[in-house]
């Protein structure tokens, strides 16, 4: 008789699933048996990774296309579900982007854009699903913010303001459910093969001379073994680690020089 895995009769909701580390993510879940919601805008593109997973891990899947970003998606992406008859164990708040560039002569709706989804949304979703973990005794969040979240971002400025939040917010719900057995992780990747980079630009900045990136896949495998172990805070990399270490002990000023020069373009 085959052994049960991990995550059988659970459901994990991956935000920011038809590309990137989300992708890579929602495989690591339904490799150990978990069923999967799928979520983003291109729902072609969700439904050619929900394909593949089910075929793969024998998994069930269902996708969702929404807009993250506009008022109350979470809202109607958990009446979605609902209607569908699913709930949520694992709530994966993936979906994210940032631009780079100075804040002044910046676009508005881009800059607000990235607190919607960054942000709102995933508080939004946490929210949501936050009572049902809580009740079960179960499943938990796993977010992704991003080594831009351990100092400010000149040049960057909101997207390493978002990833602050995201951080913040995920190690004070890690306390709030700490007994309860629900988990809550917060993975801060660094620099990573996605499309990411086209979106926010980062190509284009020193940022790209300091090293290769990291594999999505080696990222969200780092951040699904540190959600099953509770683990509060992963940062992928030993260079991405020192650095998220040291940025407390530098000084302001310098910290705040440091990133300003690695943000200028190339
Ligand atoms: N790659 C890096 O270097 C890096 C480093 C640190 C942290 N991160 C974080 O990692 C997370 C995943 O990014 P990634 O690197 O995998 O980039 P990616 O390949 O651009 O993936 C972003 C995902 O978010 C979805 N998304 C974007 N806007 C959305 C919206 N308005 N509504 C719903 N879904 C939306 C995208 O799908 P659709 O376009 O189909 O909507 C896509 O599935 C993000 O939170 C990012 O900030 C990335």
Known sequence: ????????????????A???????LA???????????????????????????VAKH?????????????QGAGRRLADEIAARGLSVDVLVNNAGYGTAGAFDGSNAAEQLGMIDLNVRALTELTQIFWPGMLKNKRGGVLNVASTAAFQPGPLMAVYYASKAFVLSFSEALWREALGTGVHVSC?????????????????????????TPMSAQSVARMGYRAFQSNRRVIVTG?????????????????LLNTVHNIQSPA
């Open 238 to 254: 030993a260079r991405n680690k020192m650095l998220a270490g040291m940025a407390p002990f530098l000084p302001r000023k310098t």
């Open 27 to 53: 495989e690591c879940f339904a490799k150990d048996g978990y069923d999967l919601i799928l979520t983003a805008r291109s729902e072609a593109l969700l439904k050619e990774v929900a394909e593949r997973l």
């Open 1 to 16: 008789m085959a052994r049960k895995r991990k995550g059988e009769g659970q459901v994990a909701l991956v935000t920011g």
């Open 18 to 24: 038809s590309t990137g580390i989300g992708v890579d």
């Open 58 to 70: 024998k998994v069930k899947a269902v996708t969702i296309a929404l807009d993250l970003g506009q």
């Open 187 to 211: 993975l801060c990747p660094g620099p990573t093969v996605s499309k990411f980079r086209e979106r926010a630009g980062t190509g284009r900045t020193k940022l790209k001379n300091l090293g």
